[in-house]
C-alpha cells in the first residue's frame, strides 16, 4: 500500500500541505468509502487514511468524507487518486451511492486537487453510450499514446463485464470507449501496475478470486492471465501495492465479501513469478468500516502515480475540510462490508483506493 518513511517523531498523521512533488514517498494515503453490517457506518463520500508503512492506517477528518459528490447517484464506490504528469492529482470514483448494482450510469466522478487538502472542480465525465454501468475506474499514464488511459468495468455486447478503456487528456472528455481487457469471462476491478522491469501488470476479480494478466505493451487486447490465483472466501477489489521498505517486495491487498468486509493481504517478492503468500493478519489495519478501498505507493514526485491509497508527506498546513486524525482505530476485523453475500456478484465487487509509483493513478472503493 504505501512507503516505509517514517513520519515525523511527533506521530502526527495530517495530510501535508505544499506541492504535490514535495510530498512523494514518505507515507501513504488511502481512498474509500464506509459501510458496515447493518449499514448504519455507510457513508458513500470520499474518506482518506494514512499510513506510514502501507500496513497500519489511521483515517483522517475523524472518518468522516471529504468530499461528496452533487450529481448522478450523489454517492460514490471505487475512488481512486492519480497522480497526473504535473504533480497534482485526479480523484476517480463510482457513480453509485449504496448497493443497487442494477443502477445505470455511463459517467464517473472526477475531481482535482494540488494536495489532496481541498478538492475542487468537480464533474462527471461520460465514458461511454451503453445501458450499464462503469464500475472501479482508475488511470494510468500511457506514455506512447502521450494520453491517460481510464479503465472500468462494463457490461458490452459480450454479455458479461469486460475491462474498458477510453483515453483523456483532461479528465474532462474522454475518447471513444474499447475493450482493454476481456478473456471470455466476467472481469471486474482492474488495477494495474505499469513498467515493473519492462513488463506491465493488471490485476482482477475472476470468480471471486484474485488474478494477474500481463503485457510489455500498454495497448488493449495484449494482456494474457498468468498468475496463481488467491482469494480469502469471496475477495474482490485487487490491489497492487508496492513497499518502500523491502525492496522487490509487492503487497496485493483484497476486500471480502466473505466474511464481509475485511481486508485481506498477500506479499511476493517477484510480481513475475505470480504466486503470493498470506501477510499475517496482525501486521495490518484497515480504517473503521472502510470499504472496497485501494492501496499502492507513489512513485518518484516527477513520475504519475495511482494514489487508491498514494505516497504522501504527511505535514502541516490549513484544510477547507479540517482533516485530522481518529485518535483510536480498531484492528482488521472492524471493517465494514458493502453487502452480502448473496447480493454480491461477480458483477460488482468492492475496491480499494491507491497511489503508486509505478501505476499512475489514485484511491478506490466500491
Not at 50 to 74: F, I, K, M, Y
Not at 179 to 195: E, H, K
Not at 292 to 302: K, L, V
Amino acid at each position: 500500500m504505501a512507503a516505509t518513511v517514517p513520519l515525523a517523531a511527533t506521530g502526527a498523521l495530517t495530510l501535508g500541505a505544499g506541492s504535490a512533488h514535495a510530498a512523494a514517498n514518505s507515507a501513504y494515503v488511502m481512498c474509500y468509502f464506509t459501510e458496515s453490517p447493518t449499514f448504519l457506518g455507510a457513508n458513500y463520500g470520499l474518506h482518506l487514511a494514512v499510513s506510514p508503512d502501507g500496513l497500519e492506517w489511521t483515517p483522517l477528518n475523524q472518518n468522516a468524507p471529504v468530499a461528496t459528490p452533487t450529481a448522478g447517484s450523489l454517492g460514490l464506490r471505487d475512488p481512486f487518486i492519480l497522480r497526473k504528469q504535473d504533480g497534482t492529482f485526479v480523484v476517480l470514483a463510482t457513480d453509485l451511492n449504496g448497493t443497487d448494482w442494477s443502477y445505470v450510469s455511463q459517467y464517473i466522478h472526477v475531481w482535482d486537487s494540488t494536495d489532496l487538502r481541498a478538492f475542487t472542480g468537480y464533474r462527471r465525465m461520460k465514458l461511454h453510450d451503453l445501458n450499464t454501468h462503469a464500475w472501479a475506474p482508475e488511470s494510468f499514464w500511457d506514455a506512447g499514446r502521450g494520453q491517460y488511459g481510464v479503465i472500468y468495468s462494463a457490461v458490452n455486447d459480450s454479455g458479461h463485464n469486460v475491462i474498458m478503456v477510453n483515453y483523456t487528456s483532461d479528465f474532462v472528455t474522454a475518447g471513444e470507449p474499447q475493450v482493454f481487457f476481456d478473456p471470455g469471462y466476467d472481469v471486474i476491478d482492474g488495477d494495474i501496475a505499469v513498467g515493473v522491469n519492462g513488463v506491465n501488470y493488471l490485476y482482477f476479480k475472476k470468480n471471486s478470486t484474485l488474478v494477474g494478466a500481463r503485457s510489455t505493451s500498454l495497448d488493449p487486447g495484449s494482456f494474457t492471465e498468468f498468475s496463481t490465483a488467491v482469494s480469502h472466501n469471496g475477495t474482490e477489489a485487487p490491489e497492487l501495492v508496492k513497499s518502500l521498505a523491502s525492496n522487490g517486495v509487492w503487497y496485493l491487498w483484497g476486500d471480502t465479501w466473505d466474511p464481509n468486509g475485511v481486508f485481506y493481504a498477500w506479499q511476493t517478492s517477484s510480481l513475475a513469478a505470480g504466486t503470493w503468500t498470506a501477510v499475517d493478519q496482525k501486521l495490518y489495519t484497515q480504517p473503521l468500516n472502510s470499504s472496497t478501498a485501494a492501496s499502492s505507493r507513489s512513485p518518484a514526485p516527477s513520475t504519475p502515480t495511482s494514489l487508491r491509497s498514494g505516497a504522501l508527506r504527511p505535514g502541516t498546513g490549513s484544510s477547507p475540510t479540517t482533516i485530522r486524525p481518529v485518535t483510536s482505530v480498531t484492528r482488521t476485523s472492524s471493517g465494514g462490508s458493502t453487502s452480502t453475500p448473496s447480493t454480491r456478484t461477480p458483477t460488482r465487487s468492492g475496491r480499494w483506493c491507491r497511489a503508486s509509483p509505478t501505476r499512475p493513478g489514485c484511491p478506490s472503493s466500491r
